[in-house]
């Protein structure tokens, strides 16, 4: 049962330009959310994250909003850079499940220059 | 400041050999632990986790195992390696209490021939 998903496993676009990368969630018991970046042969990094209390959150070039009703996120880019090339990450959380991350497939943005 | 080691960055090992990937955090204590596996092509999948020395919880069941002996110290094990264990295996840990924050390791890349 994959609770969180990301159904674009790739996504290309061009340096300058706004990256959307997409995530759907099937648990309505996920309370946080979390970007996750990772470079090949190392441990993903924390990007941004939001709280199911609110509807977007901000952080220079990268904007996560949250459609609750919709069950669905999305991580915003902009603008893109070619170090954004990376595997992205979505993952959720829930209180009454111990915070435990659950995490979706990810999504292989590359930013050509 | 936190870090988290994690070794070897990458092994081989042949079918039917024993397994032993170490995970150590410094800076912290009573840290939660989790041990994650990226199959090729697949999503992060959450394989064990603790909340205490002794305590692991397994989330699949598999041909692994998990073990920690101190509070900052987090065993990954096999007694008999099969080829569906290659993949790319991740420690990361997290403030109890916190639904946010998981910091990762830089992986083992774990190739059974």
């Known amino acids: 049962d994959q609770q969180v998903k990301q159904n674009s496993p790739s996504l290309s676009v061009q340096e300058g330009r706004i990256s959307i990368l997409n995530c759907d969630y099937t648990?309505?018991?996920?309370?946080?959310f979390l970007w996750y970046k990772k470079y090949p042969a190392e441990g993903p990094t924390f990007l941004i994250s939001?709280?199911?209390?609110?509807d977007k959150n901000e952080d220079g070039r990268f904007t996560v909003f949250l459609n609750k009703s919709a069950k669905h996120l999305s991580l915003h880019i902009v603008p893109s850079q070619p170090g954004d090339s990376a595997v992205y990450f979505c993952?959720?959380?829930?209180?009454?499940?111990?915070?435990?991350?659950?995490f979706g497939e990810g999504t292989q943005l590359t930013v050509n220059p | 400041s936190q870090t988290i080691h994690q070794w070897p960055a990458t092994l081989v090992q042949p079918v039917g050999s024993p397994l032993s990937l170490e995970c150590t955090v410094e800076?912290?204590?009573?840290?939660?632990l989790y041990w994650y596996r990226q199959a090729a092509g697949r999503g992060l999948q959450l394989l064990f986790y603790?909340?205490?020395?002794?305590?692991i919880s397994s989330e699949v069941p598999q041909n692994l195992s998990a073990s920690r002996p101190q509070d900052r110290q987090f065993i990954l094990s096999s007694k008999k390696l099969l080829l569906s264990d290659s993949g790319f295996y991740l420690c990361?840990?997290?403030?109890?209490?916190?639904?946010?924050?998981?910091?990762f390791g830089s992986g083992t890349r774990l190739t059974v021939v």
């Open positions: 990361a840990w997290k403030r109890q209490l916190l639904n946010y924050g998981y910091t």
């Open positions: 648990n309505s018991m996920f309370d946080y």
């Open positions: 939001i709280s199911s209390i609110k």
């Open positions: 993952a959720a959380s829930a209180k009454t499940s111990g915070s435990r991350l659950t």
């Open positions: 800076g912290t204590s009573n840290p939660n």
């Open positions: 603790s909340v205490g020395i002794g305590q």
